[in-house]
């Protein structure tokens, strides 16, 4: 069919064009919001359609492109100002036509293909954590906006790197189970704890000897420097809250492939049990929470798995 419409090849004149975005619509698999790149030139065509109150050209064109006829999934949009319309053309099109701002397929190629990418490893991520049993996680995943320490964060982390890098280790897999029982029994969690706590004896004052589990530890800044400090769940059931004593640090040996045996410290972790005497001091706020200082004849009790 012999074409008269004034936007077939020959009469195209650049200038008479302004360019728009462009936009890609060949991938079903993708819905809109899973690409933000091209989800915004979709809005931002509409946005300027909806500024000039026109329609695309009805001249027929055969495939995607209104130039050549042929099917582009990457498509450039243009206005026409004379004739108040718009056209879409594919790339190569609009690099013979020289119509300018093709570079702007570049970075659109470069989001899809990063959200096909992403798509890719959420579906894997999904598969590993069913054969797991653990599908609760991606629930707790979607809903979950901030990373923190919390259970729901904790997991969210985990399925992001599963999510990026395809794998999680057994331990994780573990982990995620721990965490999603916590979630899932959290009032009866609560409810034991706050059974512990009222049956927990006080914390006395003066020096005593103090036998417990290490809840937590955690780095602070003082005026000597940098200290680290941990939480002991004592066996009377109250806690205490003070320095690391430094003889509680703990050595291991390693052996890497082709090299001598080297040591690395190893740290304390929630789960090992120590022993160790030091001046209690009841807080003013809680009388079964406590302070610990100047701790001596420190020992680990027993240690917890890496």
Known sequence: MLRTDI?????????????????????????????????????????????????????????????????????????????????????????????GDVEAFNPLRRAIANAKDAKAGKLKAQAVLSDAGLSRAWEVHQKTQFIDGSPEGIITDIVDKLVRYGSISEKQEALIGKLLYRIDHQAEIEAQRQ????????????????????????????????????????????????????CLEIIEETQREGTDTWTEQRGLRRGDRVEFT???TRSDRDEKFGFFQRPTKARLLDTVAV
């Open 7 to 99: 936007h077939r090849p020959s009469v195209i004149r650049p200038e008479d064009y302004e360019f728009v975005a462009c936009k890609y619509i060949g991938c079903k698999e993708l819905d809109i919001g899973e690409c933000f790149a091209n989800a915004d030139a979709l809005k931002y065509i509409e946005q300027h359609r909806a500024m000039t109150g026109d329609r695309y050209s009805g001249h027929q064109h055969g495939g995607t492109c209104h130039v050549c006829g042929a099917l582009a999934m990457y498509l450039a949009v243009y206005y026409h100002p004379a004739t108040n319309s718009y056209i879409q053309m594919g790339e190569d099109c609009a690099q013979k036509m020289d119509m």
């Open 195 to 246: 059974r512990e706590r009222e049956a927990a004896a006080p914390c006395p004052n003066g020096r005593h000897t103090v036998t417990g589990e290490v809840l937590k530890t955690e780095e602070r800044y003082s005026k000597y420097g940098e200290v680290l400090k941990m939480l002991v769940k004592t066996d009377g059931g109250f806690l205490v809250w003070g320095t690391v004593p430094a």
């Open 278 to 280: 030091a001046n209690l």
